[in-house]
T-cell receptor, first 114, second 115 residues
């Protein structure tokens, strides 16, 4: 009954590979996000989708491509992985409107590029 | 742009000590304010929130009051436990263009509570 679930939780891969992280939410929310947490624990938004439409796209290399097949899913595909991509990636969701609405996070996907 | 500034950690306290983690923000409009907690090896959990000035958010013995005049949202707890050891993130959410509305996080403050 996990609200926001993402897989895999841990991923170790070599430079140059392509990998995907999947995310699903069962909260009925309209908006989903990807955040990146670096080695110093700093959290920064990467993307946001609202009803399958991209609404936030921060300065992220175009090797990162989000895909939202429906409003309950937001997957993150990363091409040509680099060492600097090693981080924890958090998926999140929230109701569409209202800045007071809580954003709910998944448990994170720990990506290590070697 | 929006920003959140938190006190640098780590903060090390003995069990039952009083906790304050300072958080100040810069925003152009009227944001909502949040505290999230990240326990070791886990994801982010909402701890508490406040959506307008003078609101007090509270949960699990933690409290924070939205102070518009000082643009602050300091986190407090009267008596910490070892199980409170975690990283605490202050964050704000302000309406962006259209429906875009993201969380802007502070850098996080690590709390270590010892017996």
């Amino acid at each position: 009954d996990t609200a926001v679930s993402q897989t895999p939780k841990y991923l170790v891969t070599q430079m140059g590979n392509d990998k995907s992280i999947k995310c699903e939410q069962n909260l009925g929310h309209d908006t989903m996000y990807w955040y990146k947490q670096d080695s110093k624990k700093f959290l920064k938004i990467m993307f946001s989708y609202n009803n399958k439409e991209l609404i936030i796209n921060e300065t992220v290399p175009n090797r990162f491509s989000p895909k939202s097949p429906d409003k309950a899913h937001l997957n993150l595909h990363i091409n040509s992985l680099e060492l600097g991509d090693s981080a924890v990636y958090f998926c999140a969701s929230s109701p569409m409107l209202g800045v007071g609405n809580t954003i709910y996070f998944g448990e994170g996907s720990w990506l290590t590029v070697v | 742009g929006n920003s959140v500034t938190q006190m640098e950690g780590p903060v090390t306290l003995s069990e039952e000590a009083f906790l304050t983690i300072n958080c100040t923000y810069t925003a152009t409009g009227y944001p909502s304010l949040f505290w999230y907690v990240q326990y070791p090896g886990e994801g982010l959990q909402l701890l508490l929130k406040a959506t307008k000035a003078d609101d007090k958010g509270s949960n699990k013995g933690f409290e924070a009051t939205y102070r518009k005049e000082t643009t602050s949202f300091h986190l407090e707890k009267g008596s910490v436990q070892v199980s409170d050891s975690a990283v605490y993130f202050c964050a704000l959410r302000e309406k962006g263009t259209g429906t875009a509305s993201k969380l802007t996080f502070g850098t996080g403050t690590r709390l270590q509570v010892t017996l």
